[in-house]
């Protein structure tokens, strides 16, 4: 079956240093997103692609960088980890633009 | 985009029906509406999407009047399993925004 994953699931690191969190999917979609989720609020928009070498900021996107060199994965990487960074990151797909959103089941990241 | 407003939190208990429902007075033509359902540690996942009227699936139904100003998600006969935070969404692309949603809490 088709499916959207994403690793790791936990992350620890220390400030300053550069992360990146791996997302992966198998529906052939070609609309991807990033979305972190901070305790008790909802998911906020980091950066999204339509398709391979697109890219595009998202409501939250300082700090944040995506590259898409292929249809399957769109990783997420912080340049320079800050503690303001701590959060749940979610990757999605969708088929088309609007269309419903396929999500993976998250990476939490805790900066010290 | 249009912004939406929604109960913070809800209580039910099992076996009755819950609505739901999300205001959206900037709502744009192209507008689709769309509900997401989220449990906890676990990624959104689509409940139910419409334009229009009414709109039915296997999970609820969703009330959308004419000024389309509003919408209403309803699931009948919840569950424990119902518990989850509801969210309700406006636009006609992907840069659609998450709200806090709403906390729904279902009681045996």
């Known amino acids: 079956d088709a499916e959207i994953t994403q690793s790791p699931r936990h992350k620890i690191t220390e400030t300053g240093r550069q992360v990146t969190l791996a997302c992966h999917q198998t529906w052939n979609h070609n609309n991807m997103f990033w979305y972190r989720q901070d305790l008790g609020h909802g998911l906020r928009l980091i950066h999204y692609?339509?398709?391979?070498?697109?890219?595009n900021k998202g409501e939250v996107s300082d700090g944040y960088s995506v590259s898409r060199s292929n249809t399957e994965d769109l990783p997420l990487t912080l340049e320079s980890a800050a503690s303001s960074q701590t959060s749940v990151y979610f990757c999605?797909?969708?088929?088309?633009?609007?269309?419903?959103?396929?999500f993976g089941p998250g990476t939490r990241l805790t900066v010290l | 985009l249009a912004k939406t407003t929604q109960p913070i939190s809800m209580d039910s208990y099992e076996g009755q029906e819950v609505n739901i429902t999300c205001s959206h007075n900037?709502?744009?033509?192209?507008?689709?509406i769309t509900w997401y359902q989220q449990f906890p540690s676990q990624g959104p996942r689509f409940i139910i999407q419409?334009?229009?009227t009414k709109v039915t699936n296997e999970v609820a139904s969703l009330f959308i009047p004419a000024d389309r100003k509003s919408s209403t998600l309803s699931l009948p006969r919840v569950s424990l399993s119902d518990t989850a935070v509801y969210y309700c969404l406006v636009g006609d692309s992907d840069d659609m925004r998450f709200g806090a949603g709403t906390r729904l809490t279902v009681k045996p």
């Open positions: 999605a797909s969708s088929e088309l633009i609007g269309d419903t959103q396929y």
């Open positions: 900037n709502i744009a033509t192209n507008d689709y």
């Open positions: 692609s339509y398709g391979v070498q697109d890219t």
């Open positions: 419409g334009y229009k």
